[in-house]
């Protein structure tokens, strides 16, 4: 008697549009065992789970397990793309079978491994299974690309800013609270020349949260400010530069074309200012270094510039924020020049010495920047996954067709992976904070010792024994950078 095992699996879209559970698919193949007069050894049984691969079933696994074990020679299922649907992991299943000497049964093809034709026609069922998927795939993207020039949005759980959508609902509405704030960044943009990161710290300051998180940022800034939903259009395709376009959308603009368009040429036409994967110990004067004019803390600035042998070098410095805003005369000054008058200002005090009981306070402040962004992405995925239990409601209800269902349930799922992918990128910690300061050996006397320091070696010290440096550079004085004051930790 044949010890046979049952393998029985269907996803949540399966079991919604076909309609077929697994307590049907087992009752018919134990039916079909006792026909066959074989023995049940166990049945197997992935719920709620795609078959596009083997490695995430937890069931197909201790199936195959079993087989090597021998405690199984013949397998049953209901269909070929219940076992799998890659022609890859059919083949070596099948591989497997015959290795382990074990039968393979299909109960809806009438598959037998056992015999040359059985086998090659599961090869041939597999390739179509496969090919099924992928044109699944396919006819989904065509029916977004549809949606989208149709003038529908494909956004999923959570509207662009400044937008609401009911569920069952096909077109966007405006959220008037949150449009007044969109209408107040482009303003703070052209009209204030505020900066990204100084309207992010405006609404922060204002206790005006995004949809998404907890704070702005200089991303999502300038998200709104690169949106054309805001005039009126939908986007395709935002992460693909050759399939990307836009339509015209059924939903009311926010602002008008021209204050958008005046955005996207103001944005063109600005300095890069910004490095790229800069390595943080390169300004390790930021944090510590102050405006002596206005007192606000000094931010890094950096400008792309090409030298005589046209190689791209960054020219790194330091400004103040309240130049943009017309309430500081402070110019902005290189990196060289405040080490510079840092060094001549630390070499005028007598008797400088560090003491080591100081303790940085800026470490952990660091420390909580991975935490605080983990947090944000985890919660962005637990709403997404109740967008998804939404979703199979409002089908089964019959308040959305299956069509509409599958395009949002993939946008949905795609933008769940996307957070998930973020938060396995997210950096453990800094390679700066690893660094172990060991006082005696790094500096007894700063005089003796700046000098032979590397980058992360200043930056360590900076912001484990420096408070506050001020610092000033006006026009009037020639740009001649001045050291004004230096404020140690625990002076």
Known sequence: MLNTAIYVRVSTDEQAKEG???????????????????????????????GKNISDRPAINEL?????????????????????????????????????????????????????????FLKIIGIFAEFERENTIERVKLACEKKVKEGFTLAGSTMSYGYDRENGEKVQTINHEEAKIVREVYSMYLDGNMSYAGIARNLNHRGIKPKRGEAWHHASIRGILTNSTYIGKVRYALDDEERYFEADGKHEPIISEEIFYSAQKKMGNLKRVAYTKRPKEDNYFCGVLYCAECGARMQTNGEYKVNSKGEKIVSRGYRCPNISKGL????????????????????DIEDFTVTPEILPEEQSKRENINALLREEYENAIVKLMKREK???????????????????ITITRNEKNTYADQIINLPLDEEADEIELLVDDIVTNFRDNWQALTNSEKMQFLHNYIEQIMASSKKEEGYQVKVLNVKFQGG
């Open 20 to 50: 077929y559970s697994i307590r049907a698919q087992i009752d018919k193949l134990k039916n079909y065992i006792e026909i066959k007069d074989w023995g049940l050894y166990k049945v197997y049984a992935d719920e709620g789970i795609s």
């Open 64 to 120: 195959i397990d079993d087989i090597k074990s021998g405690k199984v020679n013949n397998v049953l299922v209901y269909k070929i793309d219940r076992l799998t649907r890659s022609t890859k992991d059919l083949i070596e299943l099948t591989e497997l079978f015959n290795n382990a000497k074990c039968g393979f049964n299909s109960l809806m093809e009438s598959i037998d491994t056992q015999t040359a034709s059985g086998r090659m």
């Open 328 to 347: 500081c005369k402070t110019s902005r000054f290189s990196h060289a020049k405040i080490e510079n008058a840092f060094e001549e200002y630390m070499d």
């Open 390 to 408: 939404e979703l199979m409601n409002l089908y089964i209800g019959e308040r959305i067709s299956f069509e509409d269902y599958e395009q949002m």
